[in-house]
C-alpha cells in the first residue's frame, strides 16, 4: 500500500508542487524558444515526455551496470539516441513543425530536466517508478510550455493553433495585437508571472 | 573581414542567452555572484572555442552528405546527417571531461567555486547549440567556425557576468516582492537586458 502511494506522489508531484520548469528551474531554454505559437509547443511537450519516459526507464535498467565514472557519457549517449529516434519521426510525419523547432528538437539533449532526472532519480530507483516520474515531469513541463504558448499566441497574434480567435470586429474597432509577445524575452517574462502566482500561492517555495 | 563580422554578431546580435535562450539552466544557477559567473563563463567560452571547430570538421569530412567523398567515389553518396547528434555530443561530453580535469590540476580555487557545475557544461544547451547552429548555416571553414565559437562564449560570459553583477545589488539594495525574489527576479532582469539588446539588431560591419 504504502509503495502505491509512493508511486501516485512521483507521478503527481510534478505537476505543481515540484514542478521541473517553475520550481527546480530546469529546461528554461527550450520554454522560451518554442512558445511564440501553441501548436510547435506541445509538439516539444509531447516530443519530452516520451524522450523522459523512455530514456528514464532505460537508465533504470542499466543503472546497476554503468561505471559510476562514465555515467554522465553514458546518459547522453542513451538521451541522444532517443533523440535521434524522436527527430528522424518528426520530420517524417511533421516537417512543417519540425522545420519550427530547428535545433530544438536536437537540444533536447541537453535539456536540463533529463539530466537532472537521470541523475537524482532513474540511477538510484527501480524501472516502473521511474517511468512514472518521466511521465509526470514531462508533463509538468508541457504543462508550462502550453500556458506560455496559449498566452503569447493568443496575444501576440490573436490566433490559437493558427485559427483565428479574436474576432475581426475587434480590430476594427482599433484593437491592435501586442507584438511584442512574438519575442522571446516576453516568454521570460510570462514564465516570471507565472513563477509569481505559483508562489504567491504556495508560500513555502519563497526564497529568503 | 567576414570573419570578424561573424565574431561581433556572434557577441551582441546572436547572442546565446539574449537572444537564443541557450544554457540558462546553469545561467540561472550560478548567476548569483560576479566571480564564479565569470568563471563559468571562461569555461564556456574556452569549451565553445575548442568543441566548435572540431564539430566543424567532423561535420565537413564525416557527416555531411557526400562527406566521405574523399575515401573513394563508392561513398560519395553517403549520408550520415543523421549521427551528428551523438557525434557532437560525444566531443562535448569528452572535451568536458578533460578541461574538468585541466581546471582541477591548475586551479584549485576555480575547481572549488564552480564545483558541481563543471559537468553541467557537458548539458549546458549554449555548447551543442552552437555546434547545431554551425551544421544549420554552413559555415565556409574552421577559422569561422572558431570566430563564432569565440564570440558565443564571449556573449555568454558577458551575459551572464552583467546579470550576476545585476542581481548582487538587487539582493543587497531592493524590496522585490516575496514571491518574485531569486529566480523570478532573475528572469525578468534577463528579459529587460534580451529586449535592451535587440538594439543591436541589424548592425552589419
Not at chain 1, 505543481?16 to 505559437?37: E, F, H, R
Not at chain 1, 501553441?38 to 523512455?54: H, N, Q, R, T
Request: some cysteine; charged content about 10%.
Amino acid at each position: 500500500m504504502a509503495d502505491k502511494v509512493n508511486n501516485k506522489s512521483v507521478f503527481f508531484n510534478p505537476f505543481s508542487k515540484n514542478n521541473p520548469v517553475i520550481v527546480q528551474i530546469l529546461g528554461i531554454c527550450s520554454v522560451l524558444a518554442v512558445t511564440a505559437k501553441l501548436e510547435p509547443a506541445i509538439v516539444m511537450g509531447l516530443s519530452v515526455i516520451a524522450v523522459l519516459a523512455f530514456s528514464n526507464v532505460i537508465i533504470s535498467l542499466l543503472r546497476n551496470t554503468i561505471p559510476n565514472s562514465i555515467r554522465i557519457i553514458v546518459q547522453l549517449v542513451v538521451v541522444a539516441g532517443l533523440v535521434i529516434i524522436v527527430s528522424e519521426l518528426l520530420k517524417a510525419y511533421a516537417y512543417a513543425v519540425s522545420v519550427q523547432l530547428s535545433v530544438f528538437i536536437g537540444l533536447i539533449i541537453t535539456n536540463c530536466i533529463l539530466m537532472g532526472r537521470l541523475e537524482a532519480f532513474a540511477m538510484a530507483n527501480k524501472p516502473w517508478p521511474s517511468f512514472l516520474d518521466g511521465i509526470g515531469n514531462g508533463i509538468g513541463y508541457a504543462i508550462i510550455l502550453v500556458i506560455v504558448g496559449f498566452f503569447r499566441e493568443l496575444l501576440g497574434s490573436g490566433t490559437l493553433f493558427g485559427f483565428q480567435i479574436v474576432p475581426q470586429a475587434a480590430y476594427e474597432a482599433g484593437y491592435v495585437n501586442n507584438g511584442l509577445m512574438i519575442l522571446p524575452p516576453m516568454a521570460l517574462i510570462v514564465v516570471a508571472c507565472i513563477i509569481w502566482i505559483h508562489r504567491s500561492i504556495n508560500k513555502d517555495l519563497q526564497e529568503d | 573581414m567576414e570573419n570578424i563580422n561573424i565574431f561581433i554578431r556572434s557577441i551582441f546580435i546572436d547572442n546565446m542567452i539574449f537572444a537564443y535562450f541557450l544554457g540558462m539552466c546553469s545561467f540561472l544557477a550560478v548567476s548569483k555572484n560576479v566571480k564564479t559567473a565569470f568563471g563559468l563563463g571562461v569555461a564556456v567560452t574556452f569549451m565553445l572555442v575548442i568543441t566548435l571547430p572540431i564539430n566543424y570538421l567532423l561535420n565537413t569530412y564525416v557527416l555531411q552528405p557526400g562527406a566521405l567523398s574523399w575515401l573513394g567515389t563508392e561513398y560519395a553518396d553517403v549520408d550520415l546527417s543523421f549521427l551528428s547528434l551523438i557525434l557532437f555530443i560525444a566531443v562535448i561530453a569528452s572535451m568536458t571531461q578533460l578541461v574538468e580535469m585541466a581546471v582541477e590540476k591548475f586551479s584549485p580555487s576555480l575547481y572549488a567555486s564552480l564545483g558541481i557545475f563543471l559537468p553541467l557544461i557537458a548539458v549546458n544547451c549554449a555548447i551543442l547549440g552552437g555546434s547545431l547552429f554551425m551544421q544549420q548555416r554552413d559555415f565556409t571553414s574552421v577559422t569561422t567556425a572558431i570566430c563564432a565559437g569565440g564570440g558565443w562564449g564571449l556573449g555568454w560570459l558577458l551575459a551572464i557576468t552583467a546579470v550576476a553583477a545585476i542581481r548582487e545589488r538587487v539582493a543587497a539594495y531592493s524590496k522585490v516582492p516575496k514571491p518574485l525574489r531569486g529566480v523570478g527576479i532573475t528572469f525578468i532582469i534577463t528579459a529587460l537586458m534580451g529586449i535592451a539588446f535587440m538594439s543591436f539588431l541589424g548592425i552589419k560591419l
